[in-house]
């Protein structure tokens, strides 16, 4: 056998790996979806929507847009992983003692 | 949340400390990591007619490639360029593995970068483990602090870089200089600059372990003639330790003398003798680690080495195969529809824009007009002027453009239009075309449809 210290056997924990995971994913997708989003619309032309005297430049639109863009997705698969772990497993209702 | 394992969340997880190795691939990967990081900082320094020759100005919104100006229109460019990127990496797995990941995924080659200033101020592997195991003294806090420095420094460069991509980097530099940066380029630049710091220098094989989506798909793209890392089970076994000079048949013995090289340079540390496992990112350290220990036992190199599932099993490989076929295939025509459609394409880019608010409006004289915003984009770089012209129904005239249009070089040019019928030409809905075409040379000449609203017949 090959000594412990001679391994990686370094495994994160479960939580811990969801936490990265959803962060890190939704960032990547984030990233994809900003850069898509803001090909086609143009931050100024956006910001008449929501208030006419909304005075900001393109630089806060992207940030904003970005920021926007990484909770939406983080809120998503964060969900997604936290009900897919926190779903009943079948051996709860057999109610061992 | 509330889970048993929520305890555990914090726990210092265990350390990796790769052994250095040299060799082959060690040297390959030396040059992919410098080339490509070199690419990198370097890139945004390069002066292509009077001006920064890759810059994604997004505040102009236009991105600069070397000749080439890029507008938002020009998106099935990006998108297709997208698309190519992922053919690729298709491509080159199903024939080589995880090439990229050993020798061109960012992750791997900027944690090289780390490990490499971990190497200088901290010392080889064992000494790692001595410092990291040792009470705190003078000679470790100069030597974590060393590193650290090299880290934060190395860091900042790179978001400064990052933000030189956006930002014309000389007077970036300059106004980093003069302490006068503005606030969302000094937060992207930190931004990516932490990203860094913490990607190379903490979390590192995990990123490939735990977060990286295509560690896990990867294999989906794998078949029996897919290049990968493999230990020669019936040459090594069974494995065993010996003297230089034994015979290995006289004790029973295979190839492998069990030394576990391969296992302590491993970044990810797995050991390949059990086999192709999702955690290899196939950097060929382990076959640099293994080459060297045959070499000094004066046995054939190769017993940890690139091969097939198919070679292994003594079958022969095939590089053409239907799956590498059509990746190849695929990813020549996109390449070149991409090559043909930026060369042939027209510099200029005319949006039609109807009026939404009103369907129609009648004037004097039976007749009735709409309206509509026309856009035109000059993207050469000299101005230009532009002949507008309306057609799709007898007696259709086009009220409000001049007869010749000047847009400057790279400009735009917002005109609102009218567009005029007598109403027995007009009635119901007709599909019209806007052209513009450049005076000076007719090649110039784009077309765009939209559609002419009448009162109902």
């Known amino acids: ?97 | 949340m509330n889970s048993p394992a929520g305890a555990s969340m914090y726990e210092s997880a265990k350390k990796i400390y790769p052994r250095e190795i040299g060799g082959r691939f060690a040297r390959l990967s030396y040059i992919a990591t410098l080339s490509l990081l070199g690419i990198f900082y370097f890139l945004p320094w390069l002066t292509w007619d009077d001006r920064q020759a890759v810059l994604f100005d997004l505040p102009a919104r236009k991105f600069y490639l070397l000749g080439l100006t890029l507008w938002p229109q020009d998106f099935p460019y990006l998108a297709l360029l997208l698309i190519i990127a992922a053919l690729s990496l298709f491509f080159f797995t199903a024939l080589a593995g995880r090439l990229w990941c050993g020798f061109a995924c960012p992750q791997t080659v900027w944690t090289e970068i780390f490990i490499w200033m971990e190497q200088w101020t901290e010392g080889t592997r064992s000494q790692r483990m001595k410092l990291d195991k040792a009470p705190w003294s003078f000679e470790k806090l100069r030597k974590k602090a060393s590193k650290q420095l090299l880290w934060i420094t190395f860091s900042m460069w790179t978001g400064f870089t990052f933000v030189g991509y956006f930002t014309p980097i000389r007077e970036l530099g300059a106004d980093i200089v003069a302490l006068n940066v503005g606030g969302w380029t000094f937060f992207w630049g930190t931004f990516y600059g932490l990203a860094t710091y913490g990607n190379a220098g903490y979390l590192r094989e995990q990123v490939c372990k735990y977060m990286c989506p295509y560690a896990r798909f990867q294999s989906a793209m794998f078949d029996k003639d897919t290049l990968i890392i493999s230990y020669d089970e019936d040459r090594g076994e069974p494995r065993g330790s010996r003297k230089r000079g034994d015979d290995p048949a006289e004790k029973g013995l295979g190839d492998c003398i069990d030394c576990t090289l391969c296992v302590q340079v491993c970044p990810t540390g797995i050991d390949i003798r059990e086999g192709l496992q999702y955690e290899c990112i196939a950097c060929a350290a382990c076959i640099d680690a293994c080459d060297s220990v045959m070499d000094k036992m004066n046995y054939p190199r190769g017993l940890v080495r690139f091969t097939t599932e198919n070679s292994l099993k003594q079958r022969p490989s095939r590089i053409l195969r239907p799956r590498t076929i059509i990746y190849a295939t695929l990813l020549l025509s996109l390449c070149s529809g991409l090559v043909y459609s930026l060369a042939t394409r027209t510099p200029l880019i005319l949006d039609v824009i109807r009026d939404r608010n009103s369907l129609y409006r009648e004037i004097p004289d039976d007749r009735v007009e709409n309206i509509y915003t026309l856009k035109l984009i000059n993207q050469s770089h000299e101005p230009r002027s532009f002949v507008l012209r309306v057609t799709g129904f007898a007696g259709i005239e086009l009220d409000g453009a001049p007869g010749q249009i000047l847009v400057e070089g790279g400009g735009v040019m917002s005109l609102p239009v009218r567009v005029r019928a007598h109403r027995d030409d007009a009635q119901g809905i007709h599909a019209i075309h806007f052209s513009a075409t450049a005076v000076d040379d007719p090649g110039v000449h784009v077309e765009e449809d939209s559609r002419f609203l009448g009162p109902t017949p």
């Open chain 1, 1 to 97: 056998m090959i000594e412990e210290e001679y391994r990686g056997a370094e495994r994160w924990s479960r939580n811990r790996q969801a936490v990265f995971t959803v962060v890190w994913i939704s960032f990547l997708s984030a990233a994809i979806g900003t850069m898509v989003f803001f090909a086609l619309f143009d931050p100024v032309d956006l910001t008449g929507i929501f208030d006419a005297d909304l005075d900001i430049d393109r630089d806060a639109g992207y940030a904003a847009g970005f920021f926007f863009f990484w909770v939406l997705c983080a809120l998503c698969s964060g969900m997604t992983a936290f009900l897919v772990r926190t779903a009943p497993k079948r051996k709860a209702k057999q109610h061992k003692q």
